[in-house]
């Protein structure tokens, strides 16, 4: 006899793998997601997939156009203005705060995630570079050894990784993580965070050449009253 899955657990799978079609981009800004199409797809009925679309909604990654359209958010400079300002506040702080406190094993997680992340650089697998990237930035926060800075990025995470599928840099992202490797593990904060600084603020250049044009310059937000500009 085969037990049923939980409707939460059902709510769960399906939210996990349309936020990953999102971030990997097989489902692009402007898509609609249609409740009976996707309960067909993933063999379900519409009420965990209506409550992954309102997850989805809430998490920035959709929105309803209108009662019963719902499509993949068209990001804005000024959205992608924001969620680095929060990356420039936060990951650079705890940059410092990894370099004060980071034991031997936690800094041979991260050598481990860089020898991973050059082995998917090198096959040229976004996907995959994507996902490790994410690690990395995710323990340097375990590393900054405060829970708040963890609870604070978590609610943002995923667009966080959105927007670094975007950037197709991989090159100079490794090279730059394995800067800010080296800076955590010498023990100096003012080091660690200077790196930390230069890597988000290359990283916002480029995120926004790659979504709005390459003579869009980074950290230009459009003035009150403007549209903001919309990629997808």
């Known amino acids: 006899m085969t037990t049923a899955e939980p409707l939460g657990a059902v709510r769960e799978r399906v939210l996990a793998e349309l936020r990953q079609d999102i971030i990997a981009g097989r489902l692009r800004p402007g ?21 992954a679309i309102r997850a989805l909604v809430a998490e920035g990654f959709v929105l309803f156009e209108t009662p019963r359209r719902t499509v993949v958010r068209r990001l804005t400079r000024t959205d992608v203005a924001e969620l680095f300002e929060l990356r420039e506040a936060l990951e650079v702080y705890a940059a410092g705060l990894a370099a004060e406190r980071a034991g031997r094993d936690a800094l041979a997680e991260l050598e481990e995630l860089l020898d991973t992340a050059a082995s998917a650089t090198r096959i040229t697998d976004p ?39 975007q950037n197709d840099r991989w090159p100079e992202l490794l090279a730059e993580h394995r800067e800010l490797y080296g800076a955590i593990a010498s023990g100096d904060p003012e080091r660690a965070r200077a790196s930390a600084l230069a890597h988000v603020r290359a990283n916002h250049r480029s995120t926004v050449r790659r979504l709005f044009g390459p003579d869009a310059a980074a950290g230009e937000r459009p003035e ?9």
């Open 127 to 165: 996907e995959r570079i994507t996902d490790v990237n994410t690690l990395f930035h995710d323990r340097i926060l375990v590393m900054a050894g405060n829970s708040l800075l963890i609870s604070v990025m978590r609610p943002v995470d995923g667009r966080l990784r959105w927007l670094t599928r």
């Open 224 to 232: 009150t009253g403007e549209r903001p500009e919309r990629y997808g």
């Open 31 to 51: 898509d609609r997601l249609v409740e009976r199409e996707l309960a067909e797809r993933f063999a379900v009925s519409r009420v965990p997939v209506r409550e």
